[in-house]
């Protein structure tokens, strides 16, 4: 890989790293993991899946509303590479899912329909335990080198390990708990972007930028902000109403 692009995988690692030092919050430290994806690994969108205590997958992270709409789909339908990844374990990958039509009829079509025309899927596993997956789109069939499977995989790694790491010291309980808690906020954050997105007459997109921002610099959890939101609460008047700024943050 070219030396700028190293630097900036390097980077990405600090950040993911930051990230947990100044709190783990789950959701938020996913999409910024799909996001640097997007930005370091030649693709055009990519999304994160994870296990509840049942083994039962959901939606935590995308970069984008079209790969929101094909990992849903994939879950509601109970096909597509993703879910096969997790299952076994294994990368999956189609580098021209129209040449995979057999393989995953419903998913091709819907993928295709959503733009897109090749996946690789990343198991998010250490050792025997698998607690989700990783998947990288593109919008053109194209196959993905060695280098780009090297860094997702790594990149899936990190996430795993991080997430792995918040029961290490505790009982074995605490990551079923982490996760189910990431699983309800995603629910809480889908409520709150689509009442954002009604009240601030912006798309749904914007509205979870705005409230990303607006956690942020109120050094406030997703969900927090998310719950502000649905209840209307004073502290998050600003960001609810047509045209205003997020507020400052408490530093300000």
Known sequence: MRPVLDQRITKTYIELADTLVLGFDI??????????CVELLDVDAAG????????????VAASTEQARFLEKFQLKNSE?????CYRTGNHVESVDLADDLL????????????????VYAVPMRLRDQTVGTMNLFRTVPKGFSPDVVAVAQSFA??????????RALQHSELLVEQLQTALNSRILIEQAKGALSAR?????????TLMRDFARKQNRLLS????AIIDQRPEVATLNSPGAEAAPSPSS
């Open 80 to 84: 597509g590479p993703c879910l096969d």
């Open 27 to 36: 959701i938020e430290f996913l999409h910024t993991l799909t996001e640097r």
């Open 103 to 118: 393989r995953w009829p419903r998913f091709v079509e819907a993928a295709l329909e959503q733009g897109f025309a090749a």
């Open 157 to 166: 790694d990190v996430a795993t390990i991080s997430i792995l790491q918040v």
């Open 200 to 208: 601030r007459r912006v798309d749904i997109t914007e509205a979870f």
């Open 48 to 59: 994160i899946l994870l296990a509840d205590h049942r083994g039962s997958l959901s939606l």
């Open 224 to 227: 927090e902000v998310a719950r």
